[in-house]
């Protein structure tokens, strides 16, 4: 069964740091474009980021509202995708899915929670 | 950047009717078109690909159409387990965008 497993959400002080995990299976990871996509309570979804195979370079792009901040890599070797997020905001705050890319976003994870208060 | 914008914002609909939503790119996307289903609790899941493309697994009742600019998403014979939150995304170029979504309800 492909899937993908999210972990490391929890509750952040603003300004903190947290790093997120993507634990990748039944699928060949390293062929596929990954991305992150986040959802804040109550709202619609929006997507953060991507980075592409190895194949072009692990290359990555950010949405305007986290560039700068937040770093997005992956290790093949483990079937993983990383989420640094530095420089938390309260607007951080939600959920975060990460996503295969085929075209479209055809797998995703269940989601962590990410809550961003003092 | 591109926008999507998506209507409507929500509707409500008996068991067996069919409703229409519509996703308007702000510039040319051909077909890099995406619906997505949500149901309340849950991750998003793929239900349309490439504009009018039915993911494998998903129930035929669900169709998608449009190029360029202008896409509907389609449920035919509504069912209860319909009840969710959809949402179209381009993918013509980075940053992806979703459309607002369309919350579908039963009456």
């Known amino acids: 069964e492909e899937q993908l497993v999210e972990s490391g959400g929890r509750l952040v002080q603003p300004g903190g740091s947290l790093r997120l995990s993507c634990a990748a299976s039944g699928f060949r990871f390293g062929d596929y474009y990954m991305a992150w996509v986040r959802q804040a309570p109550g709202k619609g979804l929006e997507w953060i980021g991507r980075?592409?195979?190895?194949?072009?370079?692990?290359?990555?792009e950010y949405a305007a509202s986290v560039r700068g901040r937040f770093i997005i890599s992956r290790d093949d070797s483990k079937s993983s995708m990383y989420l640094q997020m530095n420089s938390l905001k309260i607007e951080d705050t939600a959920v975060y899915y990460c996503?295969?890319?085929?075209?479209?976003?055809?797998?995703w994870g269940q989601g962590t929670v990410v809550t961003v208060s003092s | 950047d591109i926008q999507m914008t998506q209507s409507p914002s929500s509707l409500s609909a008996s068991v067996g009717d069919r409703v229409t939503i519509t996703c308007q790119a702000s510039?040319?996307?051909?077909?890099?078109l995406n619906w997505y289903q949500q149901k309340p609790g849950k991750a998003p899941q793929l239900l349309i690909y490439?504009?009018?493309n039915l993911e494998t697994g998903v129930p035929s009742r669900f169709s998608g159409r449009g190029s360029g600019t202008d896409f509907t998403f389609t449920i035919t014979n509504v069912q209860p387990e319909d009840v969710a939150t959809y949402y179209c995304?381009?993918?013509?170029?980075?940053?992806?965008?979703f459309g607002q979504g369309t919350k579908l309800e039963i009456k």
């Open positions: 510039q040319d996307i051909t077909n890099y």
């Open positions: 490439d504009a009018s």
């Open positions: 996503v295969r890319m085929n075209g479209a976003f055809d797998i």
């Open positions: 995304q381009h993918y013509d170029s980075v940053p992806y965008t």
């Open positions: 980075i592409r195979d190895k194949v072009n370079s692990h290359i990555t």
